[in-house]
């Protein structure tokens, strides 16, 4: 069977994505199965989503020879002019609570009409057999809480209010999340075209 690397060091989104891959005929590895060093990096210098998704595809693809999937993702909020967007993983130093901390104290003094924001994921698959990259997009609109809301998963889920479950993405089960989320949706696509990969 051949492998399939998720080329990510994010737990939480490593838990989603293998969700959506079981049932593909592929042997799925992480970074922690391959012969990487832990603490080997891709540095993240892309501008965009986009940009960063295929960095990270394509040189961890080559580094690894294997078949490569990668996510770029974050959240861009209206009210601070797109950020924390694309430096969404290093808005501010320390833990993600830390970081949903930062953003809560910038946006006090935002009335909740002026909370909205978005969620973006671009997932790109690096094939080093071919040397083609494709990308899939997923979005999910929603707004900035007052305060955390729920336990589960990771980053910025507890201030994420997401409009079509009406609760934050803590507060949804993995399932709910993935559902509606955009890692969800850009992963939706990408099953698609693996599905059909030799
Ligand atoms: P890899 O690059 O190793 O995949 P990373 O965490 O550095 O891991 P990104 O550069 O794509 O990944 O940063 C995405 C950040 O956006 C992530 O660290 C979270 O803070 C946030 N984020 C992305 N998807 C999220 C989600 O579903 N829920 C909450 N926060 C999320």
Known sequence: MRKLLIATHNLGKLEEMQG???ELSF??????????????RVEEVGQTFEGNALIKAIITG?????????DDSGVSIDALNGEPG?????????????????????????????????FTSVIAVYD??????????????????REPKGERGFGYDPIFFADEIGKTY?????????????????MQ?????LKRFP
């Open 20 to 22: 959506y891959l079981k």
């Open 27 to 40: 042997e799925v590895v992480s970074m922690d199965d391959t012969d990487i060093p832990k603490e080997w």
């Open 62 to 70: 080559k580094k690894s020879g294997m078949l490569t999937i990668a």
């Open 86 to 118: 694309v430096k969404s993983a290093r808005y501010a130093k320390g833990t993600d609570k830390q970081r949903y901390e930062v953003v809560l104290e910038k946006m006090k003094d935002v009335p909740d009409e002026k909370r909205t924001a978005k």
């Open 128 to 145: 080093p057999m071919s040397d083609q990259v494709t990308v899939t997009y997923g979005e999910c609109l929603g707004r900035i809480t």
């Open 170 to 186: 803590a507060e949804a089960t993995l399932e709910e999340k993935m559902r509606i989320d955009h890692r969800g949706r850009a």
């Open 189 to 193: 696509k990408m099953y698609e075209i």
